[in-house]
Structure formats: structure tokens, C-alpha cells
């Protein structure tokens, strides 16, 4: 499922590499996702990550709202 980063959370695990503007990957596929990740993400002006619909733990990811500032 796509999502926009803020609506990620800790746990979630990556289906593609996700790439910086200049294309290279900062953080590969199959990576489970760390408040770390999340705040590269931001700093890097990711708009869009291709995640599971399960979380590492198994359970369901519900994509949390996307913050207004975003």
C-alpha cells in the first residue's frame, strides 16, 4: 500500500527501496521501519512509500491521518 510518511509508523515494513531526489536508495526494501527511518524520511522530502498492509508484529497497518502541515 502507498502512503504518505507521516502516516507511517514504528514497525512497518518497506516493499520497494525508497530513493532520495538524486534516485539513490536511503533506505532499502524488506527494511522494518525505526522512529530513525521515519525521521529520514522527512528530512529527505519523501512523498510517497510503498509499505505492507501488515506490520512487522503480524498485526494490521491502518495508515494513521496525514498531518495537516504535510
Do not use: A
Not at 31 to 45: D, G, P, Q, R, S
Amino acid at each position: 500500500m502507498r502512503v504518505h510518511p507521516s502516516q507511517l509508523r514504528v514497525g512497518c515494513v518497506v516493499l520497494d527501496d525508497i530513493k532520495g531526489k538524486s534516485g539513490r536508495p536511503i533506505i532499502p526494501k524488506k527494511t522494518i521501519l525505526t522512529e530513525t527511518h521515519l525521521k529520514v524520511l522527512e528530512k529527505f522530502l519523501v512523498k510517497e512509500v510503498n509499505v505492507s498492509n501488515q506490520l512487522q508484529d503480524k498485526k494490521r497497518f491502518i495508515p494513521l491521518p496525514i498531518r495537516n502541515n504535510e
